[in-house]
């Protein structure tokens, strides 16, 4: 570990910056840096609104439909914007907000019309997998680039930010850039991780992984309750406390100390009535989580012997199948 720029630590490559001033003052005065939007969807808005709330001046937006910018110019009180070039024009910094896939068309289109004069604007995207590679010549154009992902998950176009305060943001990008963005970040209250180009496909696996995969499972979970004649609806009430306690301990804890169940019990018989009781995809995800589950549990308990439990994991297929 080593000392990172304003006081954090680094361990490969990652700097990570614990901010214990929780200003929200400090954006608006001398160094303000108005931040446009292109692309007025969930992340747009909604990190629009939460700039503007806490003083990180918002010039407005552009986008696709006309409609979605004047939108989001209401519920920021900015301005909707006609072009993009305009939008850039009046900005100091560029956010590109759009899907993923829409980004080097919007970047090719804005390209041509990049405003004469406004090299040192910092242009960014919001991408937790793409880099800031996706916007190629712009250290021609003498534009700073980074990308900047809130690691968040944003469901709502109408301005509500609750819980945002507590996000980490991740940045990447020209070190010229992460200089003006990082400190700005900071002054929100939101604490920030530097990452390098190539961490950024698995650091954003990880994202999804703790994010949309958990609604996966949430997902099998309520099919499961489903074949008991449970709905979806009682079933996340049912389940709910559940994760939400489980997630907690994991939070408190730790991973393997928070570990329960049948696998850290060691309970091979209910292991095997569960496998006899799925099939399919089921079976298969039920074995390699469960797997996943035997590692945590011998980190856990070095002097419990799991190979029993692991071998009837590793069989493919069900018993009972053949
Ligand atoms: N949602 C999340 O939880 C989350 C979290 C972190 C990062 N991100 C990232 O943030 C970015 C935006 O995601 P999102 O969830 O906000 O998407 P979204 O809700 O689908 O919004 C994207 C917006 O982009 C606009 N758009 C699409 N193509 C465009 C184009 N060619 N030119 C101009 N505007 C265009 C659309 O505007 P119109 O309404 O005008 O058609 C749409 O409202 C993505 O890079 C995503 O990976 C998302």
């Avoid at 990180?56 to 519920?75: F, K």
């Avoid at 949430?218 to 449970?230: N, S, T, V």
């Avoid at 079933?235 to 408190?252: I, K, Y």
């Avoid at 060691?266 to 989580?289: K, N, P």
Wanted: glycine share 12%; aromatic share 6%; with cysteine.
């Amino acid at each position: 570990m080593r000392g990172g720029p304003g006081g954090g630590t680094a361990d490969a490559g990652i700097v990570f910056h614990i901010q214990t001033d929780r200003r929200s003052d400090g954006q608006g005065g001398r160094n303000a840096m108005k931040a446009g939007f292109i692309g007025a969807g969930r992340v747009g808005v909604t990190m629009g609104a939460y700039f503007q709330s806490k003083g990180w001046p918002v010039t407005g937006y552009a986008s696709r439909n006309p409609g979605s910018a004047r939108h989001a110019a209401d519920v920021t009180g900015s301005i909707a914007f006609d072009s993009p070039e305009e939008l850039a024009s009046a900005s100091d910094l560029l956010l590109l907000t759009v899907p993923d896939d829409a980004l080097p068309g919007v970047w090719e289109e804005l390209k041509a019309f990049w405003p004469e004069g406004s090299a040192r604007k910092i242009l960014s995207h919001t991408s937790g997998s793409l880099t800031s590679r996706v916007f190629t010549d712009a250290a021609a154009l003498g534009v700073l680039t980074c990308s900047i992902h809130p690691m968040f998950s944003f469901q709502h176009r109408d301005g509500r930010t609750q819980g945002l305060d507590n996000a980490f943001f991740s940045i990447e990008g020209d070190a010229a850039a992460l200089k003006f963005i990082q400190p700005r970040i900071e002054a929100l209250g939101n604490r920030v991780l530097v990452l390098k180009p190539e961490m950024k496909v698995k650091y954003h696996i990880a994202s999804v992984t703790a994010s949309n995969f958990v609604t996966a499972l949430m997902d099998l979970a309520c099919r499961l309750m489903q074949e008991c004649g449970i709905g979806e609806a009682d079933s996340l009430a049912a389940l709910g406390p559940l994760a939400e306690c489980n997630l907690a301990g994991v939070l408190d804890k730790g991973i393997a100390r928070s570990l329960t169940g049948p696998v850290e019990r060691c309970d091979a018989g209910t292991v095997e009535r569960q496998m006899q009781a799925l099939s399919g995809r089921e079976l298969e995800l039920y074995r390699i989580l469960s797997g996943i589950l035997v590692e945590i549990s011998q980190r856990k308990h070095p002097e419990r012997n799991f190979s029993g439990l692991k071998d009837r994991l590793n069989q493919t297929g069900n018993r009972s199948d053949g």
